[in-house]
């Protein structure tokens, strides 16, 4: 929980800048639960993304979402559906980090895994809205705030192995968003970025088997 603080508060200082209010940040965090998704969705909005563009690019990255959904679902076989839904819709790569270790190990229910997702999630809610005030009172430079979703997305790269196929799919990724910049098409510049990198790596991958 203290960890989206870290996330959450910068998020809301973006999300100011754009003009949402406390109420509307907390219901995109409420209904909208993906913290580089409200990240990303800010950002393209300031730089004049296409609406198809920004929806297309959160999509892409809230895949893993799906992942994570199908990983776990081993461990609702007996859980009523109503609840294993709400297990799925509330997951988030810590949440799922910390439930997997706990499944794993043995004596750990999909009740306490739920409240896990809902006690981050509440977090994550609050902070966010905190970030708003804090932004309001402070009038914390829009570039700075804008940077908080770039330096995450830096972060979650140094910390990833780095194989040859992720060091590929960094490298296609940044020479195409370059291009695309270049070209004048900055509103699909992230999402032609990374189809890109994922699939010549995948090419990569899949000749590299046969």
């Known amino acids: 929980m203290?960890?989206?603080?870290?996330?959450?508060i910068?998020?809301?200082?973006?999300?100011?800048?754009?003009?949402?209010?406390?109420?509307?940040?907390?219901?995109?965090?409420?209904?909208?639960?993906s913290g580089a998704g409200q990240f990303m969705v800010p950002n393209m909005w300031?730089?004049?993304?296409p609406i198809a563009s920004i929806i297309a690019s959160v999509s892409l990255v809230n895949t893993r979402q799906m992942l994570y959904s199908a990983s776990l679902a081993q461990f609702c076989q007996n859980t009523a559906k109503r609840r294993a839904f709400l297990f799925a819709a509330t997951v988030t790569d810590e949440s799922f980090g910390v439930n997997v270790?706990?499944?794993?190990?043995?004596?750990?229910?999909v009740e306490r895994a739920i409240l896990v997702n809902l006690f981050s999630q509440s977090s994550w809610i609050i902070?966010?809205?905190i970030g708003v005030f804090l932004g309001e009172l402070f009038n914390i430079p829009l570039?700075?705030?804008?940077?908080?979703?770039?330096s995450i997305?830096?972060?979650?790269?140094?910390i990833q192995n780095l194989n040859k196929d992720n060091l590929l799919a960094m490298a296609v990724a940044?020479?195409?968003v370059f291009l695309c910049k270049w070209l004048g098409l900055a509103g699909l510049a992230i999402l032609v970025g990374a189809l890109a990198g994922v699939a010549v790596a995948l090419v990569k991958t899949k000749l590299s088997h046969t």
């Open 2 to 8: 203290l960890g989206y603080a870290g996330i959450g």
């Open 10 to 33: 910068p998020c809301g200082i973006l999300c100011a800048s754009v003009g949402l209010n406390a109420l509307q940040v907390a219901l995109f965090s409420l209904l909208f639960y």
């Open 46 to 49: 300031l730089t004049g993304a």
């Open 101 to 109: 270790a706990r499944f794993s190990e043995g004596e750990w229910s």
């Open 127 to 129: 902070s966010s809205v």
């Open 143 to 150: 570039p700075l705030a804008s940077f908080a979703m770039t």
């Open 153 to 158: 997305f830096i972060c979650l790269l140094c």
């Open 174 to 176: 940044f020479v195409v």
